[in-house]
């Protein structure tokens, strides 16, 4: 476990995180969607079978496996996308396994398994050649592919954190609502209220005595 006594010390430790990430594939890895979608297509046993093939065969340093949330690929799960090459392995059964990691070990591509567009047939080696991801710009889902969910130093890695620094540092309301106005942060559902707008009508409100609540739909 590591404690931190001061914001201070959170900051420097954030950005070690950052100067010693792996963002930069050093092997290797195979990532599954492990999201609602992805479990019930069966990716809990493609997940299982990956893990077994490498530790029998002591593949450890070798290739990794990162397991993250939706990736927006619902109707190709269970699936295998292999980084770097952008090589996506659609709709796998638990026999089909180890010849993706086969492939990944060796730096070719598995043909009779590659992605292949569902109208036309065409097969896309690199997932990102695809019509329906190359026309995409991703903002909010732009790590959904990067970020294990249950490994908090994989969300370090990518920044996280980093506006709750900028926050403890400068803990002033005013300036924290005029961040969020300026942030063009929305709702995403009904009227896409303006978040910052919302913020600063709670803050404006008198208390009379009583506490004041904030309702958040999740």
Same mark, same amino acid.
């Given at each position: 476990?590591?404690?931190?006594?001061? @914001?201070?010390?959170?900051?420097?430790?954030? &950005?070690? $995180?950052?100067?010693?990430?792996?963002?930069?594939?050093?092997?290797?890895?195979?990532?599954? /969607? %492990?999201?609602?979608?992805?479990?019930?297509?069966?990716?809990?046993?493609?997940?299982?079978? $990956?893990?077994? !093939? $490498?530790?029998?065969?002591?593949?450890?340093?070798?290739? %990794?496996?990162?397991?993250?949330? /939706?990736?927006?690929?619902?109707?190709?799960?269970?699936? $295998?996308? @292999?980084?770097?090459?952008?090589?996506?392995?659609?709709?796998?059964?638990?026999? =089909?396994?180890?010849? @993706?990691?086969? %492939?990944?070990?060796?730096?070719?591509?598995?043909?009779?398994?590659?992605?292949? =567009?569902?109208?036309?047939?065409?097969? !896309?080696?690199?997932?990102?050649?695809?019509?329906?991801?190359?026309?995409?710009?991703?903002?909010?889902?732009?790590?959904?592919?990067?970020?294990?969910?249950? &490994?908090?130093?994989?969300?370090?890695?990518?920044?996280? !954190?980093? +506006? +709750?620094?900028?926050?403890?540092?400068?803990? =002033?309301?005013?300036?924290?609502? =005029?961040? @969020?106005?300026?942030?063009?942060?929305?709702?995403?559902?009904? +009227?896409?209220?303006?978040?910052?707008?919302?913020?600063?009508?709670?803050?404006?409100?008198?208390?009379?005595?009583?506490?004041?609540?904030?309702? /958040?739909?999740?």
């Amino acid at each position: 476990m590591i404690k931190m006594t001061s @914001v201070e010390e959170f900051g420097l430790f954030r &950005r070690r $995180i950052i100067d010693e990430n792996n963002i930069a594939y050093e092997k290797p890895t195979l990532v599954v /969607c %492990a999201g609602t979608g992805g479990q019930a297509s069966g990716a809990n046993d493609i997940i299982r079978v $990956i893990k077994r !093939y $490498i530790l029998q065969r002591s593949l450890q340093e070798k290739i %990794a496996l990162r397991i993250t949330g /939706c990736q927006g690929l619902c109707e190709t799960n269970p699936f $295998i996308l @292999v980084r770097p090459g952008g090589h996506l392995y659609p709709r796998l059964k638990m026999e =089909d396994v180890p010849k @993706v990691i086969e %492939a990944a070990l060796g730096g070719y591509i598995e043909d009779s398994l590659i992605f292949d =567009d569902p109208q036309t047939r065409k097969k !896309y080696p690199n997932l990102d050649d695809s019509p329906f991801i190359k026309k995409q710009t991703r903002t909010i889902l732009q790590y959904n592919e990067h970020i294990d969910p249950i &490994r908090i130093f994989s969300y370090l890695e990518y920044g996280g !954190y980093a +506006a +709750a620094e900028k926050v403890l540092k400068n803990p =002033d309301p005013g300036w924290i609502i =005029d961040e @969020v106005k300026k942030s063009g942060i929305r709702g995403r559902g009904g +009227a896409g209220f303006p978040t910052g707008r919302k913020w600063e009508m709670a803050a404006s409100i008198k208390k009379n005595g009583s506490q004041k609540y904030i309702i /958040c739909n999740a």
